[in-house]
């Protein structure tokens, strides 16, 4: 099942000395979860890069892949709405360039390449870091590129049932407007509470995960779906028998 899936992926990163992991294999482990992530291609250099935008179909975004970078923002690794082989050249270059003049070249892996979605919906954020008294502790909130502005959040303790799932959702500011505010159709928020569910299993199965955020995961009327995904694992000195364990169901 998802459980043991999932551990062969981290058991693969932990076995290269690793404690990130990539977007591919992030998506891949939500995926495993039933968590909807949008279609991510590998492409290493320039023209493979050309050669995934044209198969996936104009516009596209383009990101930096690594194994070592987990904010790729900071690196100037996100081009949005590549709409020709022009864009997707000079967006390849342009992340290549500042990729090597603010980290290194050998952090460069090449990029991914992905269709750029275009859904009305909102930005959300999903996430889950351990605490030294509860362990792994869910978050859950307003997402996008303006988390940290407006930090509308709620917390909880893994694993969710529903009805948890829907008391942590309300917490939030940004709950009134997924039940439709101004005329925009409501999201579905049942979905939204089953992937809350499976979110909280991930967490709860994959003790090795340290840190995970899925931002933006984004909520429209007809879907949902995770445009990015960050997950960190414990150090290669944690002892196994010494990994956090949940410490209840609760709503902190």
Same mark, same amino acid.
């Given at each position: 099942?998802?459980?043991? =899936?999932? &551990? ?8 290269? *000395? &690793? ?14 979860? *039933?968590? !909807? ?7 290493? #250099? ?7 935008? +044209?198969?996936? *179909?104009?516009?596209?975004?383009? /990101? ?14 996100? /081009?949005?709405?590549? +709409?020709?082989?022009?864009a997707v050249r000079n967006a390849y270059q342009s992340i290549a360039q500042s990729v090597a003049e603010k980290t290194g070249t050998e952090h460069l892996s090449g ?6 979605? +275009? ?31 407006? /930090?509308d959040r709620a917390l909880a303790l893994p694993p969710l049932n529903t009805t948890l799932a829907q008391r942590l959702m309300e917490q939030t500011h940004i709950f =009134?407007?997924? /039940?439709?505010? =101004?005329? =925009?159709?409501?999201? #579905? $928020? ?32 007809? &879907?949902?779906?995770?445009? #990015?995904? &960050?997950?960190? $694992?414990?150090? @290669?000195?944690?002892? @196994?028998?010494?990994?956090?364990? !949940? #410490? +209840?169901?609760?709503?902190?």
């Amino acid at each position: 099942g998802a459980r043991r =899936r999932g &551990r062969q992926i981290i058991d693969n990163v932990r076995s290269r *000395g &690793r404690s990130l992991l990539n977007e591919f294999e992030s998506k891949q482990l939500l995926s495993l979860y *039933g968590i !909807p992530t949008v279609e991510t291609r590998i492409a290493r #250099d320039e023209e493979e890069a050309v050669r995934q935008a +044209r198969e996936i *179909g104009f516009p596209v975004v383009l /990101k930096i892949f690594s194994d070592t970078i987990s904010h790729k923002t900071d690196v100037g690794g996100v /081009k949005l709405d590549l +709409r020709d082989e022009n864009a997707v050249r000079n967006a390849y270059q342009s992340i290549a360039q500042s990729v090597a003049e603010k980290t290194g070249t050998e952090h460069l892996s090449g990029v991914t390449v992905q269709p750029m979605v +275009r859904l009305a919906g909102y930005e959300l954020i999903l996430g889950s870091s351990v605490d030294p008294q509860f362990g792994p502790v869910l978050l859950f909130g307003s997402g996008g590129q303006l988390v940290e502005v407006y /930090k509308d959040r709620a917390l909880a303790l893994p694993p969710l049932n529903t009805t948890l799932a829907q008391r942590l959702m309300e917490q939030t500011h940004i709950f =009134r407007a997924l /039940k439709g505010v =101004r005329g =925009r159709k409501p999201i #579905d $928020l049942l979905a939204l509470e089953s992937l809350l569910v499976r979110f909280s299993q991930l967490v709860v199965e994959q003790p090795w995960i340290s840190e995970i955020d899925i931002n933006p995961l984004l909520a429209s009327p007809e &879907r949902m779906l995770a445009l #990015d995904a &960050r997950i960190v $694992l414990h150090g @290669a000195s944690t002892d @196994a028998a010494h990994l956090p364990k !949940p #410490d +209840r169901k609760s709503v902190v």
